[in-house]
């Protein structure tokens, strides 16, 4: 079960709340009516695509790469890689045999990544929507060069790709190697693919077991798509919204579980590029406590009173760990004997909210029951449908993003490419 409990934002703004609460259920009605702004792009309302043909392959391919023992190295970026690494982290922190690469140009890390695959095997799944991205388009281009003379005619076997259907390089060389092939509907924008193949493919791979992903996934639209009061994305997107309009231009995404690291570098992509747009839009940041606290609490506390807060918090863990009771409890901790680590860092939750809440920042919290994969993806699509939701009430487009291509042509013509 997830519980958003926004009551802190609903007091301290009573009467702009249910206005802007109002702006929201029509924000849903044009989006479930799929006539809004971008509407050509509303796929992802429709995922995870569950027939036989599309899954079967789906599965079959993940259980060979599993069953063989090893690596999958995942080349992309952006949309690309961050749901897949937000899953796999959340799920497995680093116990998974799942590499990335291409979503950056770091000579250090390609020397560690090609040391590991000089003595592992590997899978490659290379992941491009448009099939012409730079960075994962030189990571492949390394990799299948690596692999070919690792594996020689071989090679082909171990190649995956997740592109168009139709069009975009990565789409032609596929066809014309004859690479296993997996398709990115056209409908469904890079941020909002990760219950496509893109994502799902290296979350099942990494041992993700697909029913519980499918069942969070269908209980987030069943909770968010409907007209009612607990609605966690029409609430959620109502509390930011009302945030934003009152001079809070930063959200801080604060989670207390570090497994969650990379699953807010998944929203971060999703809000910023969703909403950043025409000189407007909430700045998306993200901290992972308790460890941030000792840095970025202080901001938080005390700075400029510009952003709001919202946790993610894992109400209850699989496992725990007692702290033990020391005779002389010489470092004074004996008061904490017995209880488990779960619940001082509840406790640090609870006091975080309450010293930030004093401090001026409006917060709200996404309780999770557990840290799995129906919790996971039902949060992804409460997300989802929220960020469509608060750009529609920004006045922008949520499925496009024009400014990305601002550094691509300097960075292209610098690098002399023809015709740039
Ligand atoms: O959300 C988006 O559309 C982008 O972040 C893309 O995912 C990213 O730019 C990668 O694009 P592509 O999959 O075409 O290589």
Redesign the pocket.
């Known amino acids: 079960m997830i519980e958003y409990s926004d009551t802190m934002i609903r007091e301290r703004y009573p009467r702009d709340y249910s206005a802007v609460r109002k702006e929201a259920e029509s924000a849903l009605k044009t989006l479930v009516a799929r006539n809004g702004t971008g509407s050509d792009l509303l796929g992802w309302l429709d995922l995870p695509d569950t027939s036989p043909e599309a899954l079967n392959s789906l599965l079959d391919t993940a259980k060979a790469i599993r069953d063989s023992g090893d690596l999958l190295v995942c080349i992309?970026?952006?949309?690309?890689y961050l749901g897949a690494r937000a899953f796999i982290h959340a799920l497995f922190g680093d116990r998974h045999r799942v590499r990335f690469i291409g979503h950056h140009l770091s000579p250090l890390a390609w020397s560690a990544l090609l040391e590991e695959l000089e003595t592992r095997d590997f899978y490659l799944n290379v992941?491009?929507?448009?099939?012409?991205?730079t960075e994962?388009g030189i990571a492949f281009r390394i990799l299948r060069e690596f692999a070919e003379k690792k594996y020689g005619n071989t090679t082909n076997e171990r190649i995956i790709a997740t592109?168009d259907a139709e069009s975009?390089a990565l789409c032609d060389l596929a066809k014309k190697k004859g690479y296993r092939r997996f398709i990115?509907p056209r409908d469904v924008?890079?941020?909002?693919?990760v219950l496509t193949p893109?994502g799902l493919l290296p979350i099942f791979a990494a041992g993700a077991d697909p029913d519980q992903l499918i069942r969070g996934a269908s209980a987030g639209f069943k909770a968010s798509l409907s007209l009612n009061e607990r609605n966690p994305a029409l609430n959620y997107a109502a509390g930011r919204t009302c945030c934003y309009r009152k001079g809070k231009a930063i959200e801080v995404l604060a989670s207390f579980e570090p497994r969650m690291h990379y699953f807010s570098e998944w929203w971060k992509?999703l809000y910023g590029?969703s909403e950043g747009k025409n000189g407007k839009g909430i700045f998306p940041a993200s901290v992972d406590f308790t460890t941030d606290l000792h840095s970025m609490g202080q901001w938080i506390q005390d700075g400029v009173r510009n952003l709001f807060e919202t946790f993610v918090m894992i109400d209850h863990y699989q496992r725990d760990i007692n702290i033990p009771k020391d005779q002389d409890n010489l470092d004074n901790l004996n008061y904490l004997a017995d209880q488990p680590l779960g619940y001082v860092n509840r406790k640090a939750f609870e006091g975080t909210r309450k010293a930030h809440e004093d401090g001026g920042v409006p917060t709200s919290v996404f309780h999770l029951d557990y840290l799995d994969e129906e919790h996971l993806a039902k949060l992804t699509v409460i997300f989802e449908i929220a960020v469509a939701l608060s750009a529609y009430m920004l006045g922008v487009n949520p499925f496009d993003?024009p400014g990305?291509e601002a550094y691509k042509q300097n960075m292209f013509a610098l690098l002399g490419k023809p015709g740039k």
């Open positions: 992309g970026i952006g949309g690309s992941i491009s929507k448009s099939g012409t991205t994962p592109t975009g990115i924008g890079g941020r909002f693919s893109v992509q590029e993003q990305v």
